[in-house]
């Protein structure tokens, strides 16, 4: 497949986050301190559109277990200008078609998918068959049938499988978790959470085509307001219902614009989210029987602020992306499983699933 023409843009305005069942000490909100590894793992970034550009490449400036060793790139201009910036041997660099060849470099043990949505399923297989461990970034695919297919070629090929879900590294976030899971607050009552941007962009981008990106602002915005509900509970939820606006339907007429949901849980309780391409949201709030939590913004890049009863959480910015890769080698390094696997997106696109239906129902769905 010719990929040459597509990159993947800085689109993500205002956030990202991740879900689980992840109990978390207080020591966990603050800021993770890497174990160092006895020697740097060498990764390699597939694709080299806005966010390798601007976020991964820059994080790997800092990180202490793992560098930037390799690129693949369908754009050879790009790949003279990374060489020369980041100083990246020439038997280090790949195209899309001789990505294969990857299976032979020794200096290259990760490889970061930072491609369209519509090609995480064949980088991710073929990188897992080359024998590199893989981080692919989110959402995990198209659907969570080929989450599955995923997850079962890197376990196949013995070799983990993470996704890259940033706000599990950062303090703000974690802090929520921890809030949320050990019911410091007493048990939850409420939450809503909601992230969003304007998009003016390029109405034939790809994130606009519903074949490429799977969808539109639910898959690229919505799976942090999803990601935020899931971790807060630390619970999975068993149903959804959901609803969409359009207010530019020319302009989005191949993805959802704006989608509403509620998510039901095993108990009852009744979480709201919502999704948007047209509202610059970015927020995560909870009540619960003895005050509330809540992050704004939530799921940015940085600026992210949170307050419990009205005190603002005491936790620095962090560099996210060096602290989610700095882990993963680690757990490459220890033999332990990411916290942030391939299940934990395969969960996101379950719900995902069921919101799309639950669209063209316009009832309760259940999920999974």
Sequence with gaps: MNIKNFSRRGFIKSGLVLGGSLILDSALSKPLKPIRTEKKLGLALVGLGGYSTGQLAPALLKTENVYLAGIVTGTPSKAEVWSKKYNIPQKNIY???????????????????????????????????????????????????????????????????????RLHFEPHNMEM??????????????????????YGGDPNAWRLKKALSGGGALLDMGIYSIQGTRYTLGKEPIAVKARQEKTRPDFFKDVDETIFWELKFPDGFIATGKSSYNNNWSYLKVEAEHGKFELGPAYGYNAIDGFVNGKQMPYPQIVQQAAQMDDFADCIAQNKASRVPGEEGLKDMKVVDSIFKSLDSGVWESIG
């Design 95 to 165: 195209n899309y078609q001789n990505f294969d060849e990857i299976a032979n470099n020794p200096d290259i043990d990760i490889v970061y998918v930072v491609l369209p949505v519509f090609l995480h399923k064949e980088f991710t297989i073929r990188a897992a068959k080359a024998g590199k461990h893989v981080i692919c970034e989110k959402p995990m695919a198209l659907n969570s049938a080929e989450c599955e297919e995923m997850i079962a070629a890197c376990k196949a090929a013995k070799k983990l499988l993470s996704i890259g879900y």
């Design 177 to 198: 978790m921890r809030l949320g899971q050990q019911q410091i607050l007493g048990k939850v009552t409420k939450i809503d959470t909601g992230n969003g941007f304007y």
